[in-house]
């Protein structure tokens, strides 16, 4: 692959129950970061144990990667992980398409959901790994009959833009993003990612309700903080939320 960046490893494979899975499997033995992409997944997984529907010709893969650091610090890769997902995209469609992060891991293509983000983490002690999947609906997108009005709709790059581009050829693009933005994580730390992040959000000084495990919260989406963390104003209170799905509107 022509650019792909210095340092950084890659495993492709046809078929695999999950990228997240495979890097798991393999996390032990991983010394430098390590990209590894599937043609198809038979278990994708997204948040909260959701099903990832993984055809071929879709973007399956996961980033995994040794951390260093402070294990806080792994809460933080999303935001590096969905903004340098957005510069690589950004890069394919050119200006003309509107490209929106959306907390807490989605990347929006014209109001639609192209991608989402999973982070996990594997190993104990000074020995953990970050795991990063992505995974992107290059040229066709879920039908989700149970999906919520409110949720963005799936959408596939193809559908939206008429753009063609194979997983590996977004891999390499990807890559290149992501080692830019780790790059500057690792000299600046996380406020100008934040800032890059926040000026491209969806919802942000909007009204939006922030639905978790046991409860609701519905106010007016002010920010991420350093964190990560969502900054809701409601019932005149602020407050920070670490982990939800977004409802807007």
């Not at 340098?84 to 469609?93: F, Y």
């Not at 795991?131 to 989700?144: D, E, Q, R, T, Y």
């Not at 709709?153 to 933005?181: C, F, M, N, Q, W």
């Not at 919802?203 to 964190?227: C, H, L, N, Q, Y």
Request: glycine letters at 12%; charged letters at 25%; a positive charge.
């Amino acid at each position: 692959m022509a650019g792909w960046p210095d340092g950084i490893d890659r495993v492709l494979v046809g078929e695999l129950d999950s990228t997240n899975l495979e890097g798991r499997r393999l996390a032990d033995g991983i010394k430098r970061p390590t990209w590894i992409l599937a043609e198809s997944q038979t278990c994708g997984r997204g948040r909260r144990g959701r099903e990832w529907v993984s055809p071929k010709g879709n973007f399956h893969a996961t980033l995994v990667m040794p951390l260093k650091g402070p294990l806080r610090h792994a809460a933080l890769r999303p935001m590096v992980a969905s903004i340098s997902l957005r510069d690589a995209l950004g890069g394919i469609v050119g200006t003309g398409a509107d490209l929106k992060t959306k907390w807490p891991n989605d990347v929006l293509l014209n109001g639609g959901k192209v991608a989402g983000i999973l982070l996990e983490t594997a190993g104990i002690g000074d020995r953990v790994c970050v795991l990063i999947g992505f995974g992107v609906n290059l040229v066709s997108a879920p039908h989700l009959p149970e999906r919520s009005f409110r949720a963005p709709k799936p959408i596939s790059l193809h559908d939206a833009t008429g753009v063609k581009i194979s997983p590996i050829g977004l891999l390499e693009r990807l890559a290149r993003a992501y080692e830019l933005r780790e790059s500057q994580f690792r000299a600046s730390g996380i406020e100008p990612i934040r800032c890059d992040w926040v000026r491209h959000a969806s919802g942000i000084g909007k009204e939006a309700t922030f639905r978790m495990e046991r409860s609701d919260i519905r106010g007016i989406f002010e920010s991420v903080d350093s964190d990560g963390c969502a900054v809701v104003l409601a019932s005149g209170a602020r407050h920070k939320i670490a982990a939800a799905d977004l409802l807007l509107g």
